[in-house]
């Protein structure tokens, strides 16, 4: 504990010395993102809303490389603030969803004591590699945003670029670092290779706070993932490659009431992860780029005894910011499942971007408490889920305004009904072999 409070003491000292810098420059910026969005999902709900976010931001830059950051945003659905009512003609005043927040404020110092040493704390966002585990919530519909309470220390020069984060993601009031929700990490890369990045990280959560309980009865939680991540462009080829592994545990997941000496399930993490694509842009007009990807998610090993509640849980996707489908991936938390996509996009013109994707799922580990029928005529659950076509456009109108546009379909399997894929692959997709999806978007986002 003595240890714990000399490095919160030594921090506030640190910070506390920046207020000596003056003040050297304002800057102000900001952007607002409208989308509409229209969901056919067959034998589900069919919705149609217009979301918007907005965003303003501060930035003030200070003596000896010192900066502040203050940021802003609202994220709303057109119609859920309006402020009158058209039948008796009473207004009121706003307050009551219109909720403005504090997305960003941080204090940042570079270059620390002449060293590439550089320190950000506050609420900030992260954004680490492609985003596949740790990102900031702004892909495709419900770009609510991301932002995180931590402490970043950064070390950066021509070779090698190192980030270690501290992030306080629940605060129970109680003693320090007792019934919490932590993240730590650190995020390395070299970056000595032209044009190719090498990334090397471990992320870990510790929860004292039971957040679990609700989905599998566990209380605390220890998540480590560490992973391998390559990009970069090699003349005309393009290429990305990550591997992840999670292993840890859950604690407090009971056994049945017979298991006398052994209460506690073994519920543990021990599954992998890999997102990989390749391109290649051919030097002709459009510059047209075929690309291909593939995604393992893997789906642990789920328990079908009835004597113990022992299991390996799917992989876990965190703060994902990689969506891998317009419907079965809306909230980045789909898992259990193999991705295999092939695309091409080309430019017809130096302001607007066109591509077609096409997209196939597969379930890792198929539920087989959805078996029906004995012996000869048994009927097993699938794995397929099913075929995924997409269309979409982007048009830079000018170096500030973007329109963007697009259309998907999904051709269901049946392997829809009843898998587990969604929460993290916990949850099951209630889906029918003969569905058919439909999404259609329209936005607009102007930045400055």
């Known amino acids: 504990m003595r240890f714990r409070t000399l490095l ?57 490389d010192v900066s502040a950051f203050i940021e802003f945003d609202y994220y709303n659905h057109w119609g859920d603030d309006f402020r009158s009512n058209y039948l008796t003609g009473a207004d009121w005043r706003g307050g009551q969803n219109n909720n403005v927040d504090l997305y960003q404020g941080y204090i940042e110092a570079k270059d620390m004591w002449g060293t590439p040493l550089s320190m950000r704390v506050g609420r900030q966002e992260l954004a680490f590699g492609n985003q596949l585990l740790v990102g900031v919530n702004d892909t495709s519909s419900l770009y609510t ?11 950066a020069n021509d070779m090698v670029s190192i ?25 390395a890369s070299y970056i000595g290779i032209e044009d190719v990045a090498l990334d090397a990280y471990w992320l870990f959560i510790r929860d004292d706070q039971g957040a ?77 780029r075929v690309f291909a990807r593939f995604a393992y998610l893997g789906g642990g090993s789920p328990n079908r005894r009835c004597w113990n509640n022992n299991a390996d849980l799917p992989f876990n996707r965190l703060f994902s910011n990689v969506r891998y489908s317009e419907f079965l991936d809306i909230q980045q938390q789909m898992s259990n499942v193999l991705f295999y996509s092939l695309g091409v996009q080309a430019m017809p013109t130096e302001a607007l971007e066109l591509k077609l994707v096409g997209s196939y799922y597969h379930v890792d580990n198929r539920d087989r408490a959805l078996d029906r029928g004995w012996w000869f005529w048994r009927t097993r659950a699938r794995r397929g889920l099913g075929w995924e076509l997409g269309l979409y456009a982007d048009y830079h109108y000018s170096e500030d305004l973007v329109i963007r546009a697009g259309y998907a379909h999904f051709f269901g399997k049946s392997g829809l009904e009843g898998n587990l894929i969604t929460t993290n692959g916990l949850g099951r997709w209630a889906g029918d072999r003969r569905d058919d999806y439909d999404y259609l978007f329209i936005e607009t986002e102007v930045s400055f």
């Open 8 to 64: 919160v003491a030594a921090l506030v000292m640190s910070i506390g010395s920046f207020a000596f810098a003056e003040l050297q420059n304002v800057e102000v910026g900001g952007s607002i993102r409208i989308r509409g969005n229209y969901y056919n999902m067959d034998r589900g709900a069919r919705t149609s809303s217009i979301e918007q976010r907005t965003r303003l931001n501060v930035k003030a830059d200070f003596t000896q």
């Open 145 to 155: 945003g991301l932002s995180f309470d931590a402490l970043r220390l950064s070390f």
């Open 212 to 288: 679990i309980a609700n989905v599998i009865r566990g209380n605390d939680v220890n998540l480590h993932t560490i992973g391998l991540r390559g990009a970069g462009v090699v003349g005309a080829f393009d290429f990305e490659l990550e591997a992840a592994y999670q292993f840890g545990n859950v604690y407090g997941v009971p056994n049945p009431w017979f298991r006398i000496f052994n209460r506690e399930a073994d519920v543990d993490f021990d599954e992998f992860a890999i997102n990989a694509e390749v391109g290649y842009t051919f030097d002709a007009a459009w510059y047209p």
């Open 163 to 187: 980030d270690a984060v501290a992030a306080k993601l629940a605060e129970s009031y109680g003693d320090f670092l007792e019934d919490d929700v932590d993240l730590y990490g650190i995020y």
